[in-house]
Structure formats: C-alpha cells, structure tokens
C-alpha cells in the first residue's frame, strides 16, 4: 500500500507540474504587450523575411545543441551518456528553468534526467553554467570596449571603470581556473564544507583538455545565438552596422548574463530592458526592438520549452 501511494503522488504531482508549466506558458504570453500593427508594418517592409525566420529557427536546435554537446563533454566524468540522452536533459532543464528562479530549474531539469549519479551531476551542471557564464564575460568586456567608442557619450569615466572591472573578472576567470585544483584540495580540508564535497568535487576531475573543449564548445554556442539575435533585428527591418550590431548585442547578453533570474519570466524583462538601454544612442525605434527581442524569445526559449515539455512528462523522479 505504501508503494502504491507512492506511485499515485508522483503521478499527481508530474501531473501539476505539467499542467502548471503549461497554463504558465500561455498566461505568460497572453500578458505580452505586442502592437501587432507594428509587427505588421515592419514585416511588410522587409524583403522575403520568411528568410530571416527560416535562418532564425533552424539556429535554435543548433543553439541548444552545442549546449547539450557542453553537457555531454562535462558529463563523461560523472557518467557516459549519449548526446541525444544530453539534449533531453538539457530541453528538461529548460522547461522547469523557465518556472524556477536562477539555475534551480536548469539543473534540475538534468539531474533528474540521469538514472545514477545526480549528487555529482550536480557539480557538472554548475561547472557548465559556470563556463557559458565565463564566456558571455569575456565576449562582453570585449564588446562594452567595442560600444564605447561607438556611443561617444558613454565613455566617461563610469564606463571607464566598468571596463577596468570587466577585464579583471575575465582575467581572474583565467586565474581560477589555473588554481581550481588547490581551492577543491583547500575546501575538501574545510569540516563544515566537506559533507557537500560529493557536489562539487566533480570540478577538480576535468582536465585542461575537457576545460578547452567545453569553453570551446561554449564560445560557438555564444555565437550561435548572437547570430540569432541579428536575423531577429533583420527580421523586423533593422539594419545597424556591424560594430554597432556586435557590441550592442555581446553587451545585451553580458547583462543578461549576470542578471539573475529571480522572476518566473525567465529573463524576458531583462533581455528587453538592456536591449532599449544599449540601442538608445542609434536611434533605434524602441516599438521595433522589443518586436526583435520578443521574437528572439520566442525562438530561442518558448520553442525548446514547448518541446521540453514532453520529457518532463516521463522524468523520473525516484532513484
């Protein structure tokens, strides 16, 4: 009997979640303030946009496929698995990421997808957000030096100083990783921390080889998605300079980056905000970017959180 009842309240409960994640879907959507007349407008001024939206979601699975491809090199020292087994993971993480503040959902999402070892893949799923995180850093500091330049009146010494702040993170990323072998050693030597060490030790198991290959992977998942973003401003008719287009978009994502996500909105807000904030010195009409960055969202998160929906279903979630 208490094995049936068991069964009964994780079906009841996966079915709330669904169902939940799937209300919150449409209410979300439904609260957007999007003037189609101006999508409309936009649209009708540009040349073939079926073209941009085309290039625009077929990047998505490349999008999330470098990531899963992230996951997998990370994973290989907490267990074997697949690449397609990975992709599921990290469309499951997407899904309860889109609900769940910070990293929680994400890393969920993925460790709940493994059959052993989830305490560990713990440690993989931070080391990975870890590394993209690193990486939008660097593109970052180089494009805020990129805007700078391009919006005059921004290169005061705030923004002088936010550089100086940017270039020494990116360099003391470089530092950590030189010395992560010796701050794993110092914490598991720490009583109080040593009963998480199951957690992160997992970090102090890669190699300089497996760091290279996941910040490489990192780094064109990085441009992946900065593509995205310009067929998403060609798409609603704009056209900037390529300087303008690359710092303004590396600096969006920086903000976005850093950003934590503690609403249920899952960074929407953010990514919009940051975006009329670094456009505003080009003249770009305010209407027309938040079409761009809607319709990013759209691609680049609603679409694989649809698709992600599926296996949340049949996640498991005893051991």
Do not use: C
């Amino acid at each position: 009997m208490s094995l049936k009842s068991g069964k009964k309240f994780i079906f009841w409960a996966k079915t709330a979640v669904f169902v939940g994640l799937v209300v919150y879907i449409f209410y979300v959507v439904r609260q957007q303030p999007v003037d189609w007349s101006v999508i409309q407008a936009q649209l009708r001024s540009v040349n073939h946009p079926g073209r941009w939206v085309v290039a625009l979601f077929l990047l998505t699975p490349i999008n999330w496929g470098f990531e899963a491809l992230k996951w997998q090199i990370l994973l290989r020292r907490v267990e074997t698995t697949t690449f397609a087994d990975a992709y599921k993971g990290v469309l499951v993480g997407v899904s309860l990421g889109f609900a769940l503040p910070a990293q929680l959902g994400d890393t969920a999402g993925r460790v709940l997808s493994l059959p052993n070892h989830r305490a560990k893949a713990i440690g993989a799923s931070m080391v990975s957000g870890g590394m993209q995180f690193y990486v939008a850093l660097v593109f970052g500091t180089v494009a805020w030096a990129y805007h700078l330049s391009a919006a005059p009146e921004r290169n005061n010494t705030t923004g002088q100083w936010l550089s100086m702040i940017l270039i020494t993170l990116s360099l003391g990323g470089v530092v950590f990783g030189l010395l992560r072998y010796r701050l794993i050693n110092w914490l598991e030597n720490r009583p109080t921390l040593r009963r998480f060490s199951e957690y992160w030790n997992v970090a102090g198991q890669y190699s300089d080889m497996d760091i290279i290959r996941a910040l490489s992977v990192a780094a064109l998942r990085y441009v992946v998605f900065s593509i995205q973003f310009y067929l998403a401003m060609r798409l609603v008719g704009l056209n900037p300079s390529p300087n303008v287009a690359a710092s303004g978009i590396g600096v969006v994502f920086l903000v976005k980056t850093i950003t934590p996500a503690f609403n249920l909105l899952s960074d929407l807000g953010v990514r919009e905000a940051a975006s009329l904030w670094v456009f505003a010195p080009f003249g770009i009409p305010a209407p027309v970017l938040l079409t761009a960055t809607l319709t990013l969202w759209v691609a680049n998160l609603l679409t694989p959180v649809l698709v992600g929906l599926i296996w949340v279903w049949k996640l498991k979630i005893s051991r």
